[in-house]
């Protein structure tokens, strides 16, 4: 009877495992679908060039996430920067010459390793995730990034940041988890080591 028991509470162990690797795994494919990340390269990390990366992002952000705002999906939100890819562009390189850069910016919309970030409200963990990029000049200088959609790119309080991220989609226990004040520490640290499995493939 004891034996029985004791292999039904292992049984049942077990099981609750198994559906709470089925949740992580949930979670991780809503951060990875769902995000559309904003990754600007300056040219260098001179003060000149560090000063051009925040205003080409300034005048992109300006151009665009009102718009993506009202985007009820990321599949919405991906298809509106494809078709705008172009457009991006042209405004980022209308900034540079403004401001009598002799940079060029290149503007694409990718899949990019990110490793984990830490914003005002909310933390990502790592992993493969679509990106806006653009790159300016010889892009090695210091990034800068966000996510563009949901459109937390401007900095959100706690209550805001999960209304933006509820409108786009987003379950009670994933917004909790990325949520800087979370009680969900392990489900996140589960998930940022599965991004740093992912991104250690992605490279090859």
């Known amino acids: 009877m ?14 609750g ?7 992580i795994y949930q979670s991780k494919t809503v951060l990875q679908e769902d995000v559309i990340r904003l990754h600007i390269i300056a040219n260098s990390d001179s003060e000149e ?15 665009i996430q009102e718009e993506i705002r009202k985007l009820p999906s990321s599949e919405e939100a991906e298809v509106y920067i494809r078709n705008k890819l172009e457009e991006i562009e042209t405004v980022a390189n209308q900034i540079l010459e403004e401001n009598g850069s002799g940079h060029i910016a290149k503007v694409k919309l990718a899949l990019e390793e990110f490793g984990k970030r830490v914003y005002d409200t909310f933390s990502l963990p790592s992993g493969v995730y679509k990106a806006l990029q653009i790159e300016i000049g010889e892009a ?8 563009v959609f949901p459109g937390l790119c401007i900095p959100t309080t706690e209550s805001e940041f ?23 520490k392990i489900r996140f640290f589960v998930l940022d080591l599965w991004g740093k499995v992912e991104n250690f493939f992605f490279k090859r």
């Open 2 to 15: 004891f034996k029985f028991i004791g292999k039904l509470l292992l049984l049942v162990a077990f099981a």
């Open 17 to 23: 495992v198994i559906l709470w690797g089925v949740s």
């Open 49 to 63: 060039d560090q000063s051009e990366k925040l205003k080409v992002r300034d005048g992109v952000l300006a151009y």
């Open 140 to 147: 090695e200088g210091k990034n800068w990034w966000c996510v």
């Open 162 to 184: 999960q209304d933006v991220a509820a409108s786009a989609g987003f379950q009670d226990t994933v917004i909790e988890t990325i949520s800087n004040d979370n009680n969900y």
